[in-house]
């Protein structure tokens, strides 16, 4: 199995930038999907971010496409989100999430405890 641990989460203002990172443990995902989600209070958990197998497939929301990047480092087995011109719509607890290839589209195996992101307005 995975086991799947946020950091790098943090208040910011307005503006300003972050990077997350998500790290691994147990079985390496070089061959896994891996996403980023958030969940905001009083909000269902959703989809910010996904990079494929090798990388060179990014997917993006539409409110954070041309401000968040997600990258992968297969070798640490690590993804990372970097987040810039942050918005106060951006507060929320992030989590990382990685799907096998055997696992059906849309679901994923392993999930992360998340990681604070508080963007002051």
């Known amino acids: 199995q995975v086991q799947l641990v946020e950091s790098g989460g943090g208040l910011v203002q307005t503006g300003g930038s972050l990077r997350l990172s998500c790290a691994g443990s147990?079985?390496?995902?070089?061959?896994?999907?891996m996403a980023w989600f958030r969940q905001a209070p009083g909000k269902k958990r959703e989809f910010v971010a996904r990079?494929?197998?090798?990388?060179?497939?990014?997917i993006y929301a539409d409110s954070v496409k041309g401000r968040f990047t997600i990258s992968r480092d297969n070798a640490k087995n690590a993804v990372y989100l970097q987040m810039n011109s942050l918005a106060p719509g951006d507060t929320a607890v992030y989590y990382c999430?990685?799907?096998?290839?055997?696992?059906?589209?849309?679901?994923?195996?392993?999930w992360g405890q998340g990681t604070q992101v508080t963007v002051s307005s």
């Open positions: 147990g079985r390496t995902f070089g061959s896994y999907t």
């Open positions: 990079i494929g197998w090798s990388g060179g497939i990014t």
């Open positions: 999430a990685a799907r096998a290839t055997s696992t059906a589209a849309g679901q994923y195996d392993y």
